[in-house]
């Protein structure tokens, strides 16, 4: 991961998670380029599936304890329609500012392991034949709706007119 180096800090990572309606993040480990989140951290979580093609988000923050924003290291976002029930997987992604964004580079890596359970996979395989309902992430202060969106969209926003959004 890229360093924060300044007077000798290093990255404070913590891990977003967004989906569909929920935001969750693990906690943050404090200066690591190379965080691995042990047993007893804040690190699994529970994922209600309602939609057969909802994706999930991860995205890596360099936490900033005073009022600036959270740094952005970099994001991914995961299909998750190809992976059987009830098997394990350990995925590796590299990380990158935004999946939009010509001449983009690697920020670092995420290693994650990722099970789906599914108690009833007929209702799920019926839940694709309808869109998605919209769905809205609520959060309480302005800091972590900044963080939800980098998670979802990346750091640059591709809506906005820019020369960047028209040279990319």
């Known amino acids: 991961m890229d ?34 989140w042990l047993p007893w951290s804040h690190r699994a979580f529970i994922l209600n599936i309602g939609h057969a093609s909802s994706q999930i988000f991860l995205a890596v923050f360099d936490f900033d304890a005073g009022f600036d924003d959270h740094d952005l290291i970099g994001r991914v976002s995961i299909d998750v329609t190809n992976m059987r029930p009830d098997t394990e997987y350990l995925l590796s992604y590299n990380l990158y500012p935004s999946a939009r ?33 919209p769905t809205y992430v609520n959060v309480k ?9 980098q998670t979802c969209l990346g750091k640059y926003d591709v809506e906005k007119y820019s020369i960047n959004t028209l040279k990319s």
């Open 3 to 36: 360093t924060g180096s300044w007077l000798g800090n290093l990255t404070d990572p913590f891990v977003s998670i967004v989906y569909e309606d929920t935001f969750v993040r693990t906690d943050t480990i404090d200066d690591c380029l190379d965080p691995v």
């Open 141 to 149: 202060r302005g800091k972590d709706f900044r963080v939800v969106r």
């Open 101 to 133: 964004i010509m001449g983009r580079e690697i920020q670092g890596k995420i290693n994650f392991r990722l099970r789906l359970e599914i108690p009833d996979e007929r209702k799920l395989a019926l839940s694709a034949l309808e869109p998605p309902l």
